[in-house]
């Protein structure tokens, strides 16, 4: 409220209005309360927070200078004060810090008691006006989620502590939100609206969904690999025992050569030497046996492979009746085969390591815990309506197999656990399925309302620029002569075309929400810029033809970006290197795409290029060093030339070679295409 103004709230002043006793401020919100007026109250009560809750400290700082300017000349009032100081029975003056905290306080409870208003009255609208209940609903949400009460209050206290910059941020943030906030309460495009919580609803849902398939996925190669070491250190442990017994053999048939050497002086009977070659002959065919063991193949078992040479060395010596040679080989066949025999056991070990009971636990608890995420998933997933529901069913089957794989590894059985994660894995895969899918039509739906939105709003944009382009042009010459009524006409113009820019870039905002084009944000983008310098030269009272050529140019890319995007189809676009459709009429779809980016990127680069002209000419000589102002423009068109770069290699992307059907050599043929430098040419087609 300004300065001097003082609000009449007793209600036993006479001119003070009666209110009826069905008002809902009097009365409450009993049955007989009107829910548009009550609507119309809190969109009353979220416009009086704007403009009460930071105007007081503005009013304030313009008074302060006032009062200091009349002490100066005036010692009347400074008398005044000192009498008022020396009255003792007088109140301590409030400083202008206390004053600004209360305002902040009596805002904190305003807000306090709308979003107690925003639940009851979208209570009470639910089964009335469904339409004001799902704006109330959403604008409490937006209220609660970005903690605007707790932000007041956070506020409040750093007012108290004089620390104004913080709070002068705080306040800024909360005006944002406090006016995107009315915008919600305001919005007539409410079904678009509530589309679009819908579109960020599942989103974010199916960012929750992707990283509980990915954590159940982690869990299912876990359960396969442990299944594959149990089954290893099994097959190992199978083979240790006879590993073990043909080294013990070996060492018995060292023992008895040594027996036989010292018992006959050096010299084997033929009977001795026949009975130890049969042995020999058996631990060769025991350690070929082991080698081909699967379990031992699979790991290439060199030493068991390089024992057999050594024991085929001992028959050849005990048939040249060399004992000593004999031995010899026998004891570095029998290294070989302990060599062997430490490795199976320290590979069983670390088998045993990695399927240990402990780990078994760990990846239960972290099954339970994907199995509550997905549970929190499914509760959450009804606000997403329709969409919602089997999304829901998939979620809580999941669930199911979820708690089977957990008793399944509370028994280490990783197999059994395996399974019902690849069950689980297969509902939750197919939940992520529907809802692309949903996700996908909700886009088609909101890019076709936003394409109609575009297409009407640039519309009428070009006709408010030929509104400011005409007006600049009448005020030129009378602007020329610093005509005050000529530059107060143009400084209103320069509001306008802020307008413009502000709605340019809502619409850039949307399109990159609802991902609609490659190079259509970046269009919309380069206009707003464009738009705001012409606002800036209207502002400082410039009517000059470069001014009028600006915003010619601006009407001219207007008109451009809506011919193209008259082309552009709401579908999703195919992703990267996809070959092209074979269905004439998706086929039309995607190159009339192709041909609507393109028209953008051409049109945007053609006013780069313009901009880097006008930029280089006003550059200054060699030796001179560049001003910031001609740094924040190169910087400017840097940026935008970098975008221009990577739209234009999204769309090179989506350019496959074109196939050689007769059909689609046809429609490659059309001037449309064979306009646009960058479509792959078809044969016999002239090249421009």
């Known amino acids: 409220m300004a300065p001097g103004i003082t609000r009449t709230t007793r209600s036993d002043d006479p001119g003070y209005p009666r209110r009826p006793a069905d008002d809902p401020i009097a009365g409450g919100f009993g049955p007989s309360s009107s829910p548009a007026r009550l609507l119309g109250l809190l969109v009353m009560v979220a416009a009086e ?6 105007g007081c400290r503005d009013a304030k700082a313009q008074a302060k200078p006032d009062a200091q300017a009349a002490g100066v000349f005036d010692d009347e009032p400074a008398k005044k004060d000192e009498k008022k100081s020396a009255d003792p029975s007088r109140a301590p003056a409030v400083t202008d810090r206390d004053s600004i905290s209360f305002t902040q306080e009596n805002v904190a409870a305003q807000m306090s008691e709308l979003e107690e208003r925003l639940f009851r009255l979208s209570e009470a609208l639910r089964s009335l006006e469904p339409e004001n209940a799902s704006r109330l609903r959403l604008a409490l949400k937006f209220s ?8 007041m209050k956070e506020a409040q206290k750093l007012l108290r502590e004089a620390q104004l910059n913080k709070a002068e941020t705080e306040a800024r943030e909360l005006l944002a939100k406090l006016e995107h906030l009315r915008s919600v309460l305001l919005a007539e495009d409410l ?72 018992k006959g002086a050096g010299k084997l009977t033929k009977e001795s030497r026949d009975k130890l070659v049969e042995r020999v002959a058996g631990l060769r065919k025991g350690t070929a046996a082991l080698s081909a063991n699967s379990a031992l193949a699979s790991q290439n078992p060199a030493f068991l492979k390089q024992a057999d040479p050594q024991l085929s060395d001992i028959e050849a010596q005990l048939a040249a009746a060399d004992i000593d040679s004999a031995i010899g080989a026998g004891e570095r066949a029998a290294g070989l085969l302990r060599k062997e025999l430490d490795r199976i056991v320290e590979r069983g070990e670390s088998l045993k390591k990695g399927v240990a009971p402990s780990e078994f636990q760990r990846f239960e608890q972290d099954q339970v815990r994907n199995r509550d995420a997905a549970a929190s998933l499914a509760a959450a997933s009804a606000r997403l309506g329709n969409s919602g529901v089997p999304l829901q069913k998939d979620l809580i089957r999941a669930g199911g197999s979820m708690r089977e794989a957990e008793q399944e590894l509370e028994k280490t059985a990783a197999k059994p656990a395996a399974t019902d994660q690849a069950e689980a894995l297969k509902h939750l895969s197919k939940a992520h399925g529907e809802l692309a899918k949903s996700l996908e039509s909700l886009l088609v739906e909101l890019r076709t309302e936003l394409l109609t939105r575009l297409l009407s709003e640039l519309a009428e944009m070009h006709e408010i620029q030929v509104s400011i382009r005409e007006t600049t042009e009448s005020q030129a010459s009378r602007a020329a002569q610093q005509s005050r009524t000529a530059l107060i006409i143009l400084a209103g113009m320069s509001q306008k075309e802020a307008e413009l820019a502000d709605r340019m870039e809502h619409l850039r905002a949307l399109t990159i929400e609802t991902e609609f084009g490659i190079a259509l944000p970046t269009s919309l983008h380069v206009i707003a810029r464009e738009m705001t310098k012409v606002q800036g030269r209207l502002k400082e009272g410039d009517a000059t033809a470069k001014t009028v050529a600006m915003e010619k140019r601006i009407e001219e890319d207007l008109l451009g970006l809506i011919e193209a995007m008259r082309r552009l189809p709401p579908t999703t676009p195919p992703p990267p290197n996809a070959p092209l459709p074979s269905d004439l009429r998706a086929l039309e779809r995607e190159l009339n795409r192709l041909i609507a980016e393109l028209k953008m990127i051409r049109l945007i680069q053609s006013r780069v290029n313009d901009d880097t002209k006008n930029t280089d000419g006003g550059r200054p000589r060699a030796d001179a060093s560049l001003s910031p102002e001609l740094k924040g423009e190169i910087e400017a068109l840097k940026v ?49």
């Open 49 to 54: 927070i704007l403009a009460d809750g930071w």
């Open 144 to 151: 609660r989620e970005e903690l605007i009460l707790q932000q």
């Open 191 to 262: 079904d678009f609206q509530m589309k679009l919580a819908r579109l960020r609803q599942m989103r974010e849902t199916l960012g929750q969904l992707e990283r509980i398939i990915k954590e159940e996925r982690r869990e299912l190669a876990w359960s396969k690999s442990a299944d594959e070491q149990q089954a290893e250190f099994k097959q190992l442990d199978e083979a240790r025992k006879p590993l073990e017994s043909l080294l013990g053999d070996q060492k018995q048939m060292i023992a008895d050569l040594q027996a036989e050497k010292t």
């Open 640 to 688: 935008v030339q970098e975008e221009l770069r990577d739209s234009l290699g999204k769309i090179a992307a989506r350019m496959p070679s074109p196939p050689e059907d007769d059909a689609i050599s046809q429609i490659l043929k059309l001037p449309e295409l064979t306009d646009i430098p960058g479509i792959p040419k078809a044969k016999g087609t002239p090249a421009k």
